[in-house]
């Protein structure tokens, strides 16, 4: 009777373990606007705010989140600080070492900011003799060191972006290189940045820079896959990624080839 009794027992944790979450907490560092940053009111605000509350209303979840740095996301979301990192994290084959990811939800280009007019080839040859910037823990920093900093380019990496345009407006680094929109509405689109602009073409290497971007799980979190890529298809059906991709990337394609 007693071998009955766990039996079942064990039989209804694994029933109630295979039930969909409720709740969801997301991860994202609040410093890379127009993805996500707090407002003057101090409200988190952003595409990635407004793309996962729409994913959380379309799974029928409640939503909180957690702030932390971006190189401290990853460590976050394996130590269970939070269930998921929406923080416009590329899907790369490194990453996918440590956690999984649900389906890539939308793609952005990555570019170097810097003096408008300034002729570059986004080379190691064409920056010889350059200091370029880039986001602490970001795909940007590892295709920088990769292509880069090994042939002698100087590679300068931040806890956070603000950091790095604070640099370029110094004079200490020739250009900073960001995802395109991030840029733009991050820093060109500001009175600061005036006198900058966009230099050389967008830079590409599918192995580091990933196939688009999307929520970080941890591994073997199917569940919550399942659930986060259900929910994404019924925000893109709708409509919801490409009005979004209109309000903070105009003129951007975000679409996942």
């Known amino acids: 009777m007693k071998l009955r009794a766990l039996v079942v027992g064990m039989g209804l944790l694994c029933t109630f ?22 407002n003057a009111a101090g409200e988190l605000e952003g595409f990635d705010v407004e793309l996962g509350n729409a994913i959380c209303k379309a799974a029928a979840l409640k939503c909180s989140w957690v702030e932390t740095s971006f190189d ?20 790369t084959e490194q990453r996918r070492k440590s956690i999984d990811f649900t389906q890539p939800i939308y793609r952005i280009p990555s570019q170097l900011v810097g003096k408008a007019g300034t002729a570059v080839d986004t080379t190691a040859e064409g920056l010889k003799g350059k200091t370029i910037g880039v986001l602490q823990g970001s795909i940007q ?41 991030a840029g733009q509405a991050g820093f060109l689109s500001k009175p600061q940045g005036k006198g900058f602009g966009f ?32 929910a994404i298809d019924k925000v893109r059906a709708d409509g919801t990624i490409a009005k979004l991709a209109d309000k903070y990337f105009p003129g951007i394609d975000v679409s996942v080839k």
């Not at 230099?199 to 929520?215: A, E, W, Y």
């Open 141 to 181: 920093e590892t295709y920088a060191k990769e292509h880069w900093e090994k042939h002698g380019v100087t590679v300068v990496s931040y806890k956070d972006q603000n950091m790095a345009w604070g640099d370029l407006l110094n004079g200490r680094i020739d250009a900073s290189l960001v995802m395109s929109a």
């Open 199 to 230: 230099i050389g073409k967008p830079v590409s290497d599918d192995t580091i820079l990933g196939s688009g971007i999307g929520f970080g799980l941890r591994k073997g979190d199917e569940a919550t896959k399942k659930q986060l890529d259900a």
């Open 72 to 91: 401290a996301l990853i460590p976050g979301l394996v130590a269970k600080k939070f269930d998921a990192i929406n923080s416009a994290m590329n899907i």
């Open 17 to 38: 373990s295979s039930f969909a979450a409720t709740e969801l907490r997301y991860g994202l560092e609040a410093e890379y606007p127009p993805f996500e940053s707090r």
